[in-house]
């Protein structure tokens, strides 16, 4: 089956800097990739996805790139702020949200 | 969108009890399922809740433990049988619309002592 790994597990940003979280992924025929934010005590939510025919898709201050010949996908969030601060998990499947497969998380903190 | 309402939101169960936790959806949804998240940890499938038929478990899963049931396509339950400490988790609904997004319940979180 699918197997997701994802860095780092915590990532601490100043307010106003980049943050990049980094995911690869092991099925080949995955070509669905969500990124779901979830705040404390909250449900995930989706922030950003993108399918295998597109390398790059941005949303204001969020960007996720996917490289299918490495196997490996990364979300940017440019000019963090400190309700940027939760947990991000990247996921992949092979037929749009069914059977996704879920990262272990990466824990933002953004510093004011 | 879809509004998903679980009950319980939370409970604490004494070891070897048995708890049923119900999914309610605002609307028909043909994929439906079930997640385990481990205090700190990713999420993880338990199973695919089907409607008409017998749930579709992940490794690791096992129908006699983790009993579902879907009787129509706005509602499913989830039990969890025989309940030990290592059950301690937050168990997710989550549905898909057709458009690849996955939304999620707000969760119910289950302490057994």
């Known amino acids: 089956g699918e197997n997701v790994e994802q860095h780092p597990s915590t990532l601490s940003v100043q307010e106003g800097d980049s943050a990049v979280i980094k995911c690869t992924y092991s099925?080949?025929?995955?070509?669905?990739f969500p990124w779901y934010k979830q705040e404390l005590g909250k449900r995930p939510q989706l922030i950003i996805d993108?399918?295998?025919?597109?390398g790059e898709k941005k949303d204001q201050r969020i960007a996720v790139t996917l490289n299918k010949t490495a196997k490996h996908f990364s979300l940017h969030i440019t000019e963090t702020q400190p309700e940027d601060s939760a947990v991000y998990f990247c996921?992949?499947?092979?037929?749009?949200?069914?059977?996704?497969?879920f990262g272990g998380g990466t824990r933002l903190m953004v510093k004011p | 969108s879809a509004v998903i309402s679980q009950k319980p939101s939370r409970d604490i169960c004494q070891r070897g009890t048995s708890l049923t936790i119900q999914c309610q959806v605002d609307?028909?949804?043909?994929?439906m399922f079930w997640y385990r998240q481990q205090p700190g940890q990713s999420l993880t499938l338990i199973a695919t809740?089907?409607?008409?038929?017998?749930?579709?478990?992940e490794s690791g899963f096992v129908i006699d433990k983790f009993p579902i049931s879907r009787p129509n396509l706005t509602f499913s339950t989830l039990t969890v049988s025989n309940m030990s400490p290592e059950d301690s988790s937050i168990y997710l609904c989550?549905?898909?619309?057709?458009?690849?997004?996955?939304?999620f319940g707000e969760g119910s979180r289950l302490t057994v002592l």
């Open positions: 989550s549905v898909e619309m057709g458009s690849g997004e996955l939304f």
């Open positions: 099925d080949s025929a995955s070509n669905y």
């Open positions: 993108i399918r295998s025919n597109v």
């Open positions: 996921a992949a499947s092979w037929f749009r949200g069914n059977m996704l497969t």
């Open positions: 609307s028909q949804v043909t994929m």
């Open positions: 809740a089907n409607q008409g038929s017998e749930a579709t478990y």
